[in-house]
């Protein structure tokens, strides 16, 4: 039972490229999340899903796209990558208790 | 707009003092409070606070939701250095949506 399993943990992207951060959890949690993280800015939500086939948006959800095909994967694909897009990025699944979290990707784009 | 605001948004304090965080929220649709520490990777459960008045207590840590005044505090008695960490707090609405703030970093001093 591993949890919520973040991939990679450490990313460095050039402008402009693509790129896809994998999350997969085995918990059967029906809600899972996209966060990023920036220095004093707490936790913002880019994008969440409360069940297979089912996406939403967050606070902050530009340049960014997910999908929910399977209850246990979440990814999360930068479509176009921007220096701005420099952050951490968490990866969260729950059922409405409290939400269990990945260890997080340190993304760079220079 | 559903919110999150965390006070102080920093603190320092020795070692034996007690400390208050305060975490107040704007929420259409409010489920649950959660309080969250974040050391240098992902952020851990703490509490989950659902109904008012009733303190959660877990060693040093206490918590209590007033519902009425939407607000929840988080106690630390007799801190420690292994305390020092940025504290978050988020609300649950009842989409399982996970808002956070922006967290309050505590310094403990030896």
């Known amino acids: 039972n591993a949890g919520v399993t973040q991939t990679p943990k450490f990313q460095v992207l050039k402008t402009g490229q693509s790129m896809t951060l994998q999350c997969a959890q085995d918990?059967?949690?029906?809600?899972m999340s996209w966060y990023r993280q920036d220095p004093g800015m707490g936790l913002r939500l880019i994008h969440y899903s409360v069940g297979a086939g089912i996406t939403d948006q967050g606070e902050v959800p530009n340049g960014y796209n997910v999908s929910r095909s399977t209850t246990e994967d979440f990814p999360l694909r930068l479509l176009s990558a921007a220096p701005s897009q420099t952050s951490v990025y968490f990866c969260?699944?729950?059922?409405?208790?409290?939400?269990?979290f990945g260890q997080g990707t340190r993304l760079t784009v220079v | 707009e559903d919110k999150v605001v965390q006070s102080p948004l920093s603190l320092v304090v020795h070692e034996g003092d007690t400390v208050t965080l305060n975490c107040s929220y704007e929420v259409t649709n409010f489920r649950s409070l959660l309080w969250y520490k974040q050391e240098k990777k992902a952020p851990t459960f703490l509490f989950m606070l659902?109904?008012?008045?009733i303190e959660k207590k877990s060693g040093r840590l206490s918590s209590i939701l007033d519902k009425k005044e939407l607000f929840s505090i988080l106690n630390i008695t007799a801190t420690q250095t292994g305390d020092s960490a940025v504290y978050l707090c988020?609300?649950?609405?009842?989409?399982?949506?996970?808002?956070f703030g922006t967290g309050t970093r505590l310094k403990v001093l030896a």
């Open positions: 659902t109904s008012s008045g």
């Open positions: 969260a699944g729950g059922r409405g208790t409290e939400a269990f």
């Open positions: 988020a609300f649950t609405s009842g989409t399982y949506k996970y808002i």
């Open positions: 918990m059967n949690h029906e809600y």
